[in-house]
């Protein structure tokens, strides 16, 4: 079983950053594939970025390569969001998942564990 909680959502300007942290409970974190999802009022979630246990396998949507990068600290059991040059389009609220044995899964079927949510909104 694994607790998550999120935290470092806000209101940005765009083109400004945020920083998102997920705080894992629970036993063997290092196993755990992560991921950040986001949902937009009247969308589907969708996978913005996702990393493997060991940290050397990452995916990001296109929407957001180049400009979101995702971490994990196994000592401290958090993975973290830095979004930078953010966009109008990135409002939503923005939620850390997790399971294991998924590979890097891009569904969010795929995940049994999900936080509370926190909400990222960007004013143009």
């Known amino acids: 079983q694994v607790q998550l909680v999120e935290s470092g959502g806000g209101l940005v300007q765009a083109g400004g950053s945020l920083r998102l942290s997920c705080a894992a409970s629970?036993?063997?974190?290092?196993?755990?594939?992560m991921a950040w999802f986001r949902q937009a009022p009247g969308k589907e979630r969708e996978c913005v970025a996702a990393?493997?246990?060991?940290?050397?396998?990452?995916y990001y949507a296109d929407s957001v390569k180049g400009r979101f990068t995702m971490s994990r600290d196994n000592t401290k059991n958090t993975v973290s969001l830095q979004m930078n040059s953010l966009k109008a389009e990135d409002t939503a609220v923005y939620f850390c998942?997790?399971?294991w044995g998924i590979g890097l899964a891009l569904s969010s079927s795929e995940y049994s564990y999900w936080g509370q949510g926190t909400q990222v909104t960007v004013s143009s």
């Open positions: 990393i493997r246990r060991s940290s050397f396998q990452t």
């Open positions: 629970g036993r063997a974190f290092s196993s755990y594939t």
């Open positions: 998942a997790a399971d």
